[in-house]
T-cell receptor, first 113, second 114 residues
Framework: AQSVTQLGSHVSVSEGALVLLRCNYS??????LFWYVQYPNQGLQLLLK??????LVKGINGFEAEFKKSETSFHLTKPSAHMSDAAEYFCAVRETSGSRLTFGEGTQLTVNP | NAGVTQTPKFQVLKTGQSMTLQCAQD?????MSWYRQDPGMGLRLIHY???????DQGEVPNGYNVSRSTTEDFPLRLLSAAPSQTSVYFC?????????????FGQGTRLTVV
């Protein structure tokens, strides 16, 4: 069975600092990996996804993530945080056999001025 | 471009009442699903459907029913609301079998059971 673990339910950074949100997955087959963002009182929207090919994936709003099979990780980064990045971020995994997404617990990102 | 539309956005129920959360999508997606979001627990799958007439249970199905009579609509029914069902509910849709495509989410329904 596939699962996703997000390390750190709350992350706080200063504006302009590096953002690093951690995600580790457990899957018996090569997974498809996603990062979603949820702004307050809104639904989830896709930030980026890894399917096949290049392991460094670029997404919207300056975010990127690197798929590391040896570490079973898919950490999300952004070089310089902006106040508008404050939101909750979810890592999700989908196995090749179906459409079902399994989500991590979520990480609340706070950006301090 | 409506995408996934959920109604209502907010709802307060008394324990024991029933209600239906509505979900509609206009992208002709075969796969639709319902999640509940609770603090510290991420999104947990309640029920899902791979097409009209086909539904199945997810991770936390107890207390909920679904049906899928059309491709567009996937309502979620609470049969007898309980305080433990206080949560934010999200409907999502995606192409069936297209594992590299994203799921599209509605804006959510915030349900409080008193």
């Amino acid at each position: 069975a596939q699962s996703v673990t997000q390390l750190g339910s709350h992350v706080s950074v200063s504006e302009g600092a590096l953002v690093l949100l951690r995600c580790n997955y457990s899957s018996s087959v090569p997974p498809y990996l996603f990062w979603y963002v949820q702004y307050p009182n809104q639904g989830l929207q896709l930030l980026l996804k890894y399917t096949t090919g290049a392991t460094l994936v670029k997404g919207i709003n300056g975010f990127e993530a690197e798929f590391k099979k040896s570490e079973t990780s898919f950490h999300l980064t952004k070089p310089s945080a902006h106040m508008s990045d404050a939101a909750e971020y979810f890592c999700a995994v989908r196995e090749t056999s179906g459409s079902r997404l399994t989500f991590g617990e979520g990480t609340q990102l706070t950006v301090n001025p | 471009n409506a995408g996934v539309t959920q109604t209502p956005k907010f709802q307060v129920l008394k324990t024991g009442q029933s209600m239906t959360l509505q979900c509609a999508q206009d992208m002709n997606h075969e796969y639709m699903s319902w999640y509940r979001q609770d603090p510290g627990m991420g999104l947990r799958l309640i029920h899902y459907s791979v097409g009209a007439g086909i539904t199945d249970q997810g991770e936390v199905p107890n207390g909920y029913n679904v049906s899928r009579s059309t491709t567009e609509d996937f309502p979620l029914r609470l049969l007898s609301a309980a305080p433990s069902q206080t949560s934010v509910y999200f409907c999502a849709s995606s192409k069936q079998g297209a594992v590299n495509t994203e799921a599209f989410f509605g804006q959510g329904t915030r349900l409080t059971v008193v």
